[in-house]
């Protein structure tokens, strides 16, 4: 989920710590962002441990460990498992490397099994403005699918469980989503700013390998430090991450359809963010229309299938171009065409098709202001984020052998 965030005041009263404590949390993490960057394409970084955790997938639109941690994945988001709080309260919430703080839902929320921070006997709520910490004034942060969360700060324990990670102090939201019938805990920001999760547990390096979200069996899974760098070899393909940006953004600067090169250039990608933001939040590929009209049309040049004219609605909004189920056609790849490096994207990270429907659309959303790789488009990859070498590299992968 791409994030932004604009201006509300805080809605729970807490004990306040005392400035030096809130300066010296504000100081470490400042610290913890400034580490050193390079843009080196050789994998060279300070030796770290690292963690594993699983992640589970979750159908709806929308663990990892310093060790490792599964994922919980569904058709739409990926979960990791978190605990705030001592004792601690476990949370599920969405991986998201579109956006920067880690929140959950408190007990003022519409959730009766939300965290209630008077049961936690570490949590300090920070009474400085959001301003200090990144974030905007009111503290309400947004989404890119117009949804929004409202956040009081405080510090509190955070651990990854079954990892033995634990981030005391740890700086995060309470917070109170505008959507009452938001499914999940909360969202765990993966991005580059100092409230993130990569930042408080002080990881230079980590890596996903997203499930099909088309296999039940399958299962998702996140590293970090040495865990993640253990899987670069002669298969990786490596591009820069863009210099000084908010979000993980690589330079796209073609696409091909199949064996044919659209007629468009590295300028056609250009947005205010400087290129392609990858995130884990986001389910599908955002691009500007007349692109995704480009798309379109050579896939129907190449596959011969004809627009879908039936009586279905594409089960998702923004899917625009909907074609009669492929069956036996033979369908192309994609190839997105990064600096240094080209993704290869097979039907199934590219084509949506409800199970028993006759529709298939085209996993694109129409965006001229903002261009997203989103989960889908990632399915079934090792993706490997180098914050020191400032690189982000990426190989087909089985993630269910992980």
Known sequence: MHASFILTPSQLSFMAPSIFHILLLILFHLLLATAPTSSARTPTRRKQTGFRAPLTRVKNPLEASLVTSRMT???????????????????????DTGSDLIWTKCKSSHDPGSFDPSKSISFVEINETCEMLGLSADCIQKYADGHSVSVTLAADALTVPGTGQNMHGGIFGCGIPDDENFMYDGVVGMGRGVLSLVTLSNQ???????????????SSVLLTGSEASNYYDSDVQTTPLVTDASNYIITLEGISVGETKLAVTKNDFVT??????VDSGTTFMYLDARIIEMISNEFV??????????SDKPYYTGLEHCFNAPGNVQIPNLVFHFEGADWELPKENYIYQQHGNDMACLAFVADDKQFIFGNMQQQNMMVIYDLYNNNLSFKPANCKLL
């Open 73 to 95: 994945a569904s058709k739409d988001e990926y979960l990791l498992s978190l605990a705030v709080g001592t004792p601690p309260k476990p949370f599920s919430a969405i991986m």
């Open 204 to 218: 230079t390096i980590f890596s996903y390998c997203l499930g099909s979200r088309f296999d039940t069996e399958t």
């Open 272 to 277: 205010s963010d400087g290129g392609m933001v």
């Open 301 to 310: 040049n190449q596959t011969k299938l004809e627009k879908y004219t039936g």
